[in-house]
């Protein structure tokens, strides 16, 4: 069974930081594409940031400059390091990834973690 568990999110002040970690279980990260997503109450998700399955990474432009998407194989581990802290980057973050097939391809954004509350105040 996949587990994503995110944590690490927060109450900050604007101009600040956080680290979000999301641990996964059961999957390997390397194997789809795995990304941030982030929704405001009331909002639809959307996508903050992405590492490919060829490890490309990709950010959203209000993300570029300020977050940085990483992973730790080794911890099987993914990471969104924000800076620069505004408060519209208030949100639910979740961690997600895609679920791999027997055919060798995977289902896009198939697994998602529970979320971790940011909220930024100034």
């Known amino acids: 069974q996949v587990q994503l568990v995110e944590s690490g999110g927060g109450s900050v002040q604007v101009g600040g930081s956080l680290k979000l970690s999301c641990t996964a279980s059961?999957?390997?990260?390397?194997?789809?594409?795995r990304g941030w997503y982030r929704q405001v109450e009331g909002h639809a998700r959307e996508l903050v940031s992405r590492?490919?399955?060829?490890?490309?990474?990709r950010y959203e432009e209000f993300a570029k400059g300020r977050f940085t998407i990483s992973q730790d194989n080794a911890k099987n581990t993914l990471y969104l390091e924000m800076n620069n802290l505004k408060p519209e980057d208030t949100a639910t973050y979740y961690c997600?990834?895609?679920?791999?097939?027997?055919?060798?391809?995977?289902?896009?954004?198939?697994?998602w973690g529970q979320g971790t509350r940011v909220t930024v105040s100034s």
């Open positions: 590492i490919l399955a060829d490890g490309t990474i």
């Open positions: 997600a990834t895609g679920r791999p097939t027997s055919r060798g391809y995977c289902v896009s954004w198939d697994y």
């Open positions: 059961g999957h390997i990260f390397s194997t789809c594409e």
